[in-house]
């Protein structure tokens, strides 16, 4: 299948969860993450903030317990640059460096820059993915062209409620594909 098209089925799929179903897949997945990550070898992880009314996986979950857990590691998280087009990512101190944008997504209002290429790890959003480790995402291009700047040591671990299709139709060479995908049923990990 084409990007679009499973672009509206998993857009609708999400919707279709009821608060039980969406917080139940959301706490697997963050169960999921902590068993299946090495975190020996990590010091910094940029991690999306969910956007809850469009069921994105609830990544606080990991933020939390990655807060209680792992203090060490340093937790970076994206604004959105309209501009040009791309996203600028800050270390997270807290809510209290929050605000909201005005499509509602909370982003950084304030905090340091977080370079790329000293990111570790990147929890990547997506709609669906399939089985090769490519994605589907809102359509922007801004984590694609985001992830090209992070070092090639970069884990690059999609997060999705659903298991992969087998195979996107239209991949193009812009498309930055996955070193993982964590669902609510496993972590698949994929040979680049």
């Known amino acids: 299948m084409k990007k679009a098209e499973?672009?509206?089925?998993?857009?609708q799929k999400r919707q279709a969860l009821n608060e039980e179903e969406y917080?139940?897949?959301s706490h697997r997945l963050c169960d999921l993450f902590f068993v299946s990550v090495d975190f020996?070898?990590?010091k910094t992880v940029h991690i999306f903030l969910p956007i809850r009314e469009k069921r994105e996986p609830d990544t606080w979950l990991i933020?939390?317990?990655m807060r209680r857990e792992f203090p060490d590691i340093r937790l970076s998280v994206p604004k959105v640059n309209n501009k040009a087009r791309e996203l600028e990512n800050f270390y997270f101190e807290g809510g209290h460096q929050l605000v909201k944008s005005r499509w509602g997504i909370e982003e950084p209002?304030?905090?340091i820059s977080t370079p790329s290429e000293g990111i570790d790890m990147v929890l990547v959003p997506l709609l669906c993915a399939d089985?090769?480790?490519h994605r589907v995402g809102y359509g922007g291009g801004y984590y694609d062209k985001f992830l090209k700047d992070c070092p090639p040591s970069c884990r690059r671990v999609g997060i999705s409620l659903f298991e992969p299709v087998e195979k996107i139709d239209d991949i193009n060479k812009q498309d930055?594909?996955?070193?993982?995908?964590?669902?609510p049923a496993k972590f698949?990990?994929?040979?680049?």
């Open 188 to 192: 698949y990990a994929f040979e680049q």
């Open 176 to 183: 930055v594909p996955l070193d993982a995908l964590l669902t």
């Open 131 to 133: 089985a090769e480790g």
């Open 23 to 25: 917080a139940r897949l």
């Open 6 to 11: 499973l672009r509206k089925i998993y857009l």
């Open 109 to 111: 209002g304030r905090g």
């Open 40 to 42: 020996s070898n990590i």
């Open 63 to 65: 933020i939390d317990r």
